[in-house]
């Protein structure tokens, strides 16, 4: 039977699955009802190995094939986490927990892979061994990294890793994805700017704060506009601007701002994170005030191997058809933490088309469950094909 007729035939228990999922959402690490979904199906499905509390409260499932003579692993990731948003579907398996929603589709992302772990252990056509590696807290925690750093992928022998996340937009059966970055590094920027607060109508004898705020964010606007390379990709974005005070005719002691930093190659971070220290240090000393940076590396950048990319299109291709899948989408400035698993090993993360539906992040997105069958096909498909019996 082919792959796509049998997840016809599973898709109502699968969808079923993932409105219990969306139904309960857990945020960050703290995913157990999830983590303990997850685990106990693949405990029923005979999964030959179910490893929990990896990264804290990761699941992986590791499945072996009919044959296990070429020695290969493969690993495919889902994330379990959700958004702390108070949902506005409306739907019959809307969130139970107010301030809490699968707003990010991760709810669907487990529902698949749980899908296809079902139907991998039933059938187990393929030579090797597939790792089905289910990650906490990818809405900011850095779960894959706590996953990584946890040793998983030495553990299960993981050798290539697959990374798959729903896009609104994109219809629904289609595919997209591009070799090299596909999504941004995502840093996080503090500036704390000290001078000396006072009277409003004696400013001689201040050092005003909030002055130096103002010029300290128009001159980093010129970081990406004058410093970076107009064919490369940067965004800096001051986002949070909070003084010490609050009064009309106080200066304030200190200002501080919040922002991020969005790039698409160690270079160009590199570039931007020396020029913002320089800004902030100049534009502070330029005005008599000090100025204290904090820039911290969060995610990495997506960055997806040329051989499994091609490798990825090509089995999206033979599950949706070649003319539905876009092989050189223009990478986003998002982050995804499934980037420390791809610095880790190759592998390659492939957007899967939601439909016409809100984006991820708003109170009213739903994950499509016509994407189901689409998605737990591709993921069959890559394992048989990736490691075929002879
Ligand atoms: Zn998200
Ligand atoms: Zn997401």
Redesign the pocket.
């Known amino acids: 039977m082919p792959i796509v007729n049998r997840f016809a035939d599973l898709h109502p228990e699968i969808t079923e699955w993932r409105r219990d999922i969306h139904a309960h959402p857990e945020l960050m690490f703290d995913v157990q009802r999830t983590a303990g979904i997850v685990a106990e199906k693949l405990r029923a499905f005979g999964c030959d190995e179910v490893a929990e509390g990896i990264g804290r409260t990761g699941v992986v499932g590791l499945i072996r094939g009919r044959e296990t003579g070429s020695g290969r692993v493969v690993g495919l990731r889902a994330?379990m986490d959700a958004l702390p948003i108070m949902e506005a579907t409306g739907l019959p398996h809307a969130s139970t927990i107010p301030g809490k929603m699968h707003a990010?589709?991760?709810d669907g992302?487990t529902a698949m892979l749980l899908g296809a772990a079902k139907y991998l252990a039933d059938t187990r056509n393929f030579d090797g061994a597939v790792a089905v590696i289910f990650q906490p807290a990818?809405?900011g925690g850095g779960g894959g990294r706590e996953m990584v750093n946890d040793g998983m992928l030495d553990r299960f022998g993981v050798q290539q890793v697959f990374g798959m996340?729903?896009m609104p937009g994109l219809p629904v059966g289609q595919f997209a994805i591009r070799p090299g970055p596909l999504m941004a590094a995502a840093d996080h920027v503090e500036i704390e700017i000290e001078g000396l607060g006072g009277h409003a109508a004696r400013p001689h004898c201040c050092i005003d704060t909030t002055l130096v705020a103002a010029h300290m964010m128009t001159a980093l606007q010129s970081v990406v506009a004058r410093t970076v390379d107009p064919l490369e990709s940067a965004v800096v974005s001051i986002c949070s601007l909070h003084t010490a005070g609050d009064a009309f005719n106080v200066i304030p002691q200190t200002v501080t701002l919040k922002g991020t930093v969005r790039t698409l190659s160690r270079q160009v971070q590199d570039q931007v994170e020396e020029r913002i220290a320089t800004i902030v240090d100049h534009t502070a000393r330029a005005f008599g005030a000090q100025a204290r940076l904090e820039y911290r590396r969060n995610y990495p950048v997506t960055v997806n191997t040329g051989a499994e990319a091609a490798f990825a299109a090509d089995v999206a291709a033979s599950v949706a058809g070649e003319g539905q899948v876009d092989r050189e989408v223009a990478p986003l400035m998002g982050a995804?933490d499934f980037s420390f698993m791809l610095e880790a090993r190759p592998g390659a993360m492939i957007f899967t088309g939601n439909g016409d539906t809100a984006g991820?992040?708003h109170p009213a997105y739903d994950f499509n469950d016509e994407v189901i069958p689409v998605g737990c096909s591709y993921w069959a498909k890559l394992v048989e094909t990736a490691m075929p019996v002879r």
Request: proline share 0%.
């Open positions: 994330d990010c589709g991760h992302h990818e809405e996340h729903n995804e991820v992040h």
